[in-house]
Structure formats: structure tokens, C-alpha cells
């Protein structure tokens, strides 16, 4: 099996009332691992493409709090599936070892992005190449 049969998106729980909406991210529940990293990307224009890597290990759930933005998710072998993110209540589920882009940012977009790991840049494989001789010989 592929990682990327992993993916999958989250509908959080929303407690909305007069006053307004409040989603929630409990990890361990809503969220499939321990959160040990938040971040946030904003201000990134349309045409720019983030992400372009995989990781080791981090397994990351992404959720546009604002605005939208597009996640294309590539296996390595050919395969690709391009996720919308448009609601502050639906997320993405991206395990390790898949290859993920960010792209198609609206001037508004807020994307939180909740990650398993603190940061380690030793855990990226940046390089695609890279990447797809890392998932043909795990598949051996
Ligand atoms: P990068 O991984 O290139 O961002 P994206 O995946 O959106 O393209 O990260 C940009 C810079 O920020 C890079 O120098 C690494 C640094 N960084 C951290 O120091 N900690 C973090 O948790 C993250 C995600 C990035």
C-alpha cells in the first residue's frame, strides 16, 4: 500500500451559535496524531507553488482558516489527486512519504497547517527524484 491511499479529507466539528462559529482540532480525535508544530502560511500569490516535498516522518493536516487554496498530492508512480480548500471547517489528512504542492492562493488565503513532529529539515525530501527512488525501493 501507498501512503497516499492515507489521504483523506476532515470535516472538524463546528459548535456554531448567535454569536458566531467555532471550529474545533482536538488531537488524538479530530485531528489523527499528536500535534507538536503549528504554522501558518499567508500573503503568497496566486502563481506561487509551496510545498514541493515530502517528509519522512511529519504527517501534516492542512486547513485554509480563510480564503482557499489548492493541494495536489503525488504518489511518485504517476499518480496525482488535487484537493480544494475552501472551508475553515474541512481539512486535509497528508500522511509521510506523500509529495505535496500548495498552489492557487487567494489574496485572503490563511492556511494553518497542524504537523506531528517539531521541525527537523533532515526529515524533507526536497528533491523529487529523490523522492521516487525512495518510494520504488521501499516498494521492492
Ligand atoms: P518551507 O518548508 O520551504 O515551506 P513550504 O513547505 O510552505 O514551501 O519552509 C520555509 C522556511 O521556513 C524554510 O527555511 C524552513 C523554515 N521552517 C521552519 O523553520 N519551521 C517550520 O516548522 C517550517 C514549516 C518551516
Redesign the pocket.
Known amino acids: 500500500m501507498h501512503n497516499i491511499d492515507l489521504v483523506r479529507m476532515l470535516e472538524l466539528p463546528e459548535r456554531g451559535d448567535e454569536r458566531g462559529n467555532l471550529v474545533i482540532a482536538e488531537a488524538g480525535s479530530d485531528i489523527p496524531f499528536d500535534i507538536k508544530?503549528v504554522?501558518y502560511?499567508y500573503g503568497s500569490d496566486r502563481d506561487v507553488i509551496?510545498?514541493?516535498?515530502a517528509n519522512r516522518v511529519s504527517e501534516f493536516v492542512l486547513i485554509n482558516v480563510a480564503g482557499s487554496s489548492k493541494v495536489k498530492v503525488l504518489d511518485g508512480e504517476g499518480n496525482e489527486i488535487i484537493y480544494s480548500l475552501n472551508r475553515p471547517k474541512t481539512g486535509i489528512y497528508l500522511p509521510s512519504m506523500v509529495w505535496?504542492e500548495?498552489y492557487d492562493f487567494s489574496e485572503d488565503s490563511v492556511l494553518l497547517?497542524l504537523?506531528s513532529t517539531?521541525?527537523d529539515?533532515s526529515e524533507?525530501v526536497?528533491d523529487i527524484e529523490e523522492y521516487k527512488k525512495i518510494v520504488r525501493e521501499s516498494a521492492k
Open positions: 508544530r504554522f502560511i509551496r510545498g514541493c516535498h505535496k500548495m497547517c504537523a517539531h521541525y529539515e524533507y526536497r
